[in-house]
Nanobody
Framework: QVQLVESGGGLVQAGGSLRLSCAASGRTFSSVVMGWFRQAPGKEREFVAAITVYAGAAYYTDSVKGRFTISRDNAVNTVYLQMNSLKPEDTAVYYC?????????????????WGQGTQVTVSS
């Protein structure tokens, strides 16, 4: 089992920044990809970004490219999501996820473990 705990969410004005953190514990060596997803009210959970644990290859959904940066610190088993130039449409609950496969990193089904989520609210 892998336990994931997100932090760093909050309320920010449009154009502002937030950094989300995801601390992993447990059998973390079994995870090869870490992802961030988000779910806005009334919408399905969607892919935001992913990073491979060992190579550090990063992937983003088009709407956040150039604004968000995913990174990881393997020494402390933590993944980060730096979010800049935030927009009201970024408002959602953000979830961290850990997966044992990398080939379909945008799919929810690719991930085995999920955090509880952290709320991000961007005011206009």
């Amino acid at each position: 089992q892998v336990q994931l705990v997100e932090s760093g969410g909050g309320l920010v004005q449009a154009g502002g920044s937030l950094r989300l953190s995801c601390a992993a514990s447990g059998r973390t060596f079994s995870s090869v990809v870490m992802g961030w997803f988000r779910q806005a009210p009334g919408k399905e959970r969607e892919f935001v970004a992913a990073i491979t644990v060992y190579a550090g290859a990063a992937y983003y959904t088009d709407s956040v490219k150039g604004r968000f940066t995913i990174s990881r610190d393997n020494a402390v088993n933590t993944v980060y999501l730096q979010m800049n130039s935030l927009k009201p449409e970024d408002t959602a609950v953000y979830y961290c996820a850990a997966g044992r496969r990398t080939y379909n990193y945008i799919a929810l089904s690719n991930y085995d473990f999920w955090g509880q989520g952290t709320q991000v609210t961007v005011s206009s």
